[in-house]
């Protein structure tokens, strides 16, 4: 990038006189601020294409926000955006952020460094005028040391980003645009633990005793050697379990790696159900002086993928359960928010969900801090592509220069992470099938080993074996099987599998010394809340992707029974018998949990987010999310679906999830259209009912008593509106959320199951509206406005506290129906 040579000096001029100036606080004897948040203050720019082309200038005017930020989800939807309709129909560009801080005097003979968690994508940055470095990759972190061209005491500095994401299409999916992770400083003596600067093991497990290996990495960074003490003590809830102490004699300007083996007794293993997790705190001493305390969170466990047993956790056997996830958040986009993504976990978990597959990147690091808390098996993916691209600008175009790096850099970021089994090399990938990918996968593979020996390797192919199936009817010639070359490169330790769900019960006889895992299936599709008749019909949708991809009132709008799939899958209920039935089988990852923005298919206008999602862009559940509920938790589920209001004596199928129980009654206004059970490998239980108004209501029982009831109703005319917030009380942080459901009802609270009514928000408070969605897949209403259409009955307003305590109350109004308020306390 080329700039006159005044371009950093006018910048300064500007920042001493207006932008906001952010001081370093003095560490604490505690080193909690070690490494401190970096996201307030910050100025943002836009640049103009037509006018500005590739710089800023003294008449930049710039934005004040706080970050993490994505530009990307503050556009418009636009039909010949060039990110595509796989981009979401939302425009990249090329943006620029701006920082001023000052760092205290004291802080001179100390590191200074700036950690990215994520920018997409081609990130530069610069220092007071001097260049730190690129990183093209828009999902993996990185740092930077700023010391050498720091200023300190009451002398300012600055911090420029520049982040384009101007080169598009680059993704098959939304990608978002900006510094959309956190970002933060960290202040170090010279002598240190470096950058991820832990792996920590637990070489054998028993319930008597773990023995932990711990591999520290120490950087000198003075210009003398230094003797110090390196300290590990283990806590458990903050109590000491066992500790271990070194001398240690580092070189100058050198770093060394310190081995450490520490035997907890008795440990508490980490599992899905109860995933308890350690701290080990690494101190350094000079002269019984702590100079550096670093803290890794880790967990013991034991674990393999058996080949006729599939996955065995600490000696059980755990079937995995898991669903893919893009990174973005639905109306938030891509920036990261913590409370955001465990509200995501949340929903899942309640569907009984234990596992999640990173789909197709490295995660932000506060997914998988969360997945160690909650209970997730998670597959930590690298690359969507290798050197063969899937878009025109991709990643394919860095690959030669930065693989390896970001590679290692995510498995050494992430190698400690409990919740994490395995690592997947690629997913898709277009040298699957080639000599060039096996040379390739070996490569990745061995970069992989080399940092962490403890999980397994796979990639997920389109498939792992072929048996001729026809995209469209799906049938195969046993006769005309070929394997995938990435399969029988060697390189795997694991073959995962991308759909063909009719290979799986093979899979011992294809690859007799290998498990199995199924890395994405399904691929579904439904619209929440529509329903097309009859249900018991399986549809191909669409057979071809240049058809038009219609159906329903509103167009492009997919019932919600399971009967519709993409040529390549199937419905949920298919895949899932056939994972069920076969203990080696060790478990799949669905094609998705939550509906994400981009990537609908087909990629039709006025289509801008999936379809594929058991949870909808909003959060709400689809129906299909209860047949999950009800096979693989032990919550007592009886779904009854689809909505009661349809025209007079119209033949309505009734669709019944249930478990816990031998059968189920179907009551019409009181009187019974009989029982009936699931038979063989059933999944759900249907009638097919003329529909009169009233009430339908389904009964179920086991030997003879009843477990459940549940009913729906006939609504009358839409009335009001009905406020339901997930929490209503939240932090006073400035990041924390709460996430308000919005019922459109009757008189009577019914829901109006077909009532799409604008409605309009406001709130009181110093706090502030973020999102609203309806999870309609074809709404082209911007996510950050104050008014929303909702779908089905049902739309979501998402509300950030401010920074002080104090109650915000939201009202939602729309025309000819009873508005409402709710309160929200913020502590």
């Not at 058996?306 to 359960?321: H, P, S």
């Amino acid at each position: 990038m080329k700039k006159p040579t005044y371009f950093f000096k006018i910048l300064s001029i500007i920042g001493l006189i207006s932008a906001f100036a952010f001081t370093v606080q003095k560490e604490n004897p505690d080193f909690s601020t070690r490494k401190v948040t970096f996201n307030t203050g910050w100025n943002f720019y836009l640049n103009d294409s037509v006018k500005d082309k590739d710089t800023i200038n003294s008449a930049t005017i710039w934005r004040t926000l706080n970050l993490p930020h994505d530009w990307s989800i503050e556009g418009e939807f636009e039909e010949k955006s060039p990110a595509g309709y796989g981009g979401g129909s939302l425009n990249g560009g090329l943006g620029w952020y701006k920082k001023t801080f000052k760092v205290a005097l004291e802080n001179k003979e100390k590191i200074t460094s700036i950690i990215f968690d994520g920018v997409y994508r081609n990130s530069q940055v610069w220092i007071n005028g001097h260049y730190l470095g690129k990183r093209p990759n828009g999902y993996i972190g990185f740092q930077y040391e700023l010391s050498p061209y720091l200023n300190y005491g009451d002398k300012i500095n600055e911090i420029i980003v520049k982040v384009d994401n101007s080169k598009q299409p680059n993704s098959r999916w939304y990608s978002g645009s900006g510094i959309f992770r956190n970002v933060w400083l960290e202040t170090t003596n010279k002598l240190h633990v470096g950058q991820w600067g832990t792996y920590i093991t637990t070489p054998k497990v028993s319930s008597q005793s773990a023995s932990i290996h711990l591999e520290t990495t120490l950087k000198n960074q003075y210009n003398s050697s230094k003797k110090a003490i390196v300290t590990t003590t283990i806590l458990k809830n903050n109590a000491k379990v066992a500790s271990a102490t070194q001398n240690v004699t580092i070189a100058a300007n050198a770093s060394q790696v310190q081995n450490q083996d520490i035997i907890v007794k008795k440990p508490v293993l980490w599992s899905v159900e109860k995933p308890e997790q350690y701290t080990a705190v690494t101190t350094i001493s000079i002269e019984n002086t702590v100079i550096d305390e670093y803290k890794t969170a880790f967990g013991i466990r034991n674990f393999k993928f058996d080949l006729d047993k599939g996955f065995i956790l600490n000696g059980k056997r755990v079937k995995i359960k898991g669903v893919c996830m893009h990174h973005d958040l639905g109306p938030l986009g891509s920036a990261i928010n913590t409370r955001a993504i465990e509200r995501q976990l949340e929903i899942l978990k309640e569907m009984g969900v234990n596992g999640i597959r990173t789909s197709h990147n490295p995660p932000a690091p506060e997914l998988l801090d969360l997945c160690d808390k909650m209970g997730f098996i998670v597959m930590d993916e690298a690359f969507d592509m290798w050197k063969k691209s899937k878009n025109k600008y991709d990643y394919s175009l860095d690959w030669d220069q930065w693989h390896a790096k970001d590679l290692q850099d995510q498995i050494l970021r992430d190698r400690n992470h409990p919740s994490i089994f395995m690592w997947s090399i690629g997913n898709e990938i277009q040298e699957q099938w080639s000599d060039e990918g096996v040379i390739i996968a070996n490569e990745l593979s061995a970069i992989v080993k080399k940092l962490d020996t403890t999980r397994l390797v796979t990639a997920a192919m389109n498939p792992a074996v072929n048996m001729n199936i026809d995209e469209v009817t799906l049938q195969f010639e046993k006769s005309k099987i070929y394997f995938n070359k990435l399969a029988t490169s060697g390189a795997l330790d694991i073959i995962g599998y991308n759909y063909a769900h009719q290979t799986f019960e093979h899979h011992q006889k294809n690859f007799p010394k290998i498990p199995f895992i199924a890395t994405e299936t399904t691929s579904a599709l439904e619209t929440r809340g529509h329903y097309d008749l009859p249900s018991d019909a399986v549809k191909i949708w669409p057979v071809r992707w240049d058809l038009p991809f219609t159906g329903g009132n509103l167009g492009n709008t997919v019932s919600a029974f399971d009967q519709v799939r993409a040529p390549w899958g199937s419905t949920h209920e298919a895949t899932w018998k056939v994972i069920k039935k076969h203990d080696f089988l060790a478990g799949m990852y669905i094609w998705t949990g939550f509906d994400y923005i981009g990537e609908p298919t087909p990629y039709v206008w006025p289509s801008i987010s999936s379809y594929f999602g058991i949870v909808d862009l909003a959060g709400f559940p689809k129906d299909v999310y209860y047949m999950y509920q009800s096979e693989w938790t032990n919550k007592t589920v009886l779904h009854l679906f689809p909505h009661w209001n349809w025209k007079s004596d119209q033949n309505v199928d009734v669709w019944i999830y249930y478990n816990n129980a031998d059968e189920v009654e179907l009551f019409l206004n009181g009187k019974s259209l009989g029982t009936k059970k699931k038979i063989g490998d059933d999944l759900h239980i249907m009638w097919r009912v003329p529909f009169q108004a009233g009430t339908l209501k389904a009964v179920s029982r086991k030997n003879g008593k009843i477990v459940k009831e549940t009913a729906i109703q006939t609504a009358e005319n839409s009335s009001k509106l009905k406020l339901t917030a997930d929490r209503n009380t939240i932090n006073a942080d400035g990041n924390d959320l709460s996430f308000i459901t919005v019922d459109i009802t009757d008189e009577k609270g019914t829901l109006s199951p077909n009532a799409n009514n604008e409605i309009q928000f406001s709130l009181k408070g110093s706090g502030k509206i973020v999102g609203v969605c309806s999870g309609d897949p074809v709404s082209h209403e911007s996510y950050k406005g104050t008014k929303h259409t909702a779908l089905n009955g049902k739309c979501l307003v998402i509300i950030q506290a401010g920074s002080k305590a104090e109650k915000l109350e939201l009202t939602a109004s729309s025309k000819g129906l009873k508005s409402n308020s709710t309160i929200i306390s913020v502590q």
